[in-house]
Nanobody, 122 residues
Framework: QVQLVESGGGSVQAGDSLRLSCAAS????????MGWFRQAPRKDREFVAA????????YYGDSVKGRFTISGDNAKNTVYMQMNSLKPEDTAVYYC???????????????WGQGAQVTVSS
């Protein structure tokens, strides 16, 4: 019933940048936290980044610190993840998720997007 719509994925070369967007549809998520996870082939789902909707608090996984930036636009109910200096190891399906509190745990999120494929070629 609650829908998170992701966009911005694609195929790029190593060193390029992408920006993923996650827009909340049919519900106001201003009181929720937003997280980003990714899942590569034959790998477990990995925490990437999380933020409050206000952007006052952010947290990043070790593998993306210094390269990825999460931010939000409350007026548009949209959260963004800017991904710079992309590496082949970043290739994965990226999922946005919303929950009541900012956390690195998958179980802490109630709503999930459909996933966006990001492919980084060397």
């Amino acid at each position: 019933q609650v829908q998170l719509v992701e966009s911005g994925g694609g195929s790029v070369q190593a060193g390029d940048s992408l920006r993923l967007s996650c827009a909340a549809s049919r519900r106001d998520f201003s009181n929720y936290a937003m997280g980003w996870f990714r899942q590569a082939p034959r790998k477990d789902r990995e925490f990437v980044a999380a933020t409050t909707w206000s952007g006052a608090m952010t947290y990043y996984g070790d593998s993306v610190k210094g390269r990825f930036t999460i931010s939000g636009d409350n007026a548009k109910n949209t959260v963004y993840m800017q991904m710079n200096s992309l590496k082949p190891e970043d290739t994965a399906v990226y999922y946005c998720a919303a929950g009541p509190m900012m956390t690195i745990r998958e179980s802490g999120y109630d709503y999930w997007g459909q996933g966006a494929q990001v492919t980084v070629s060397s």
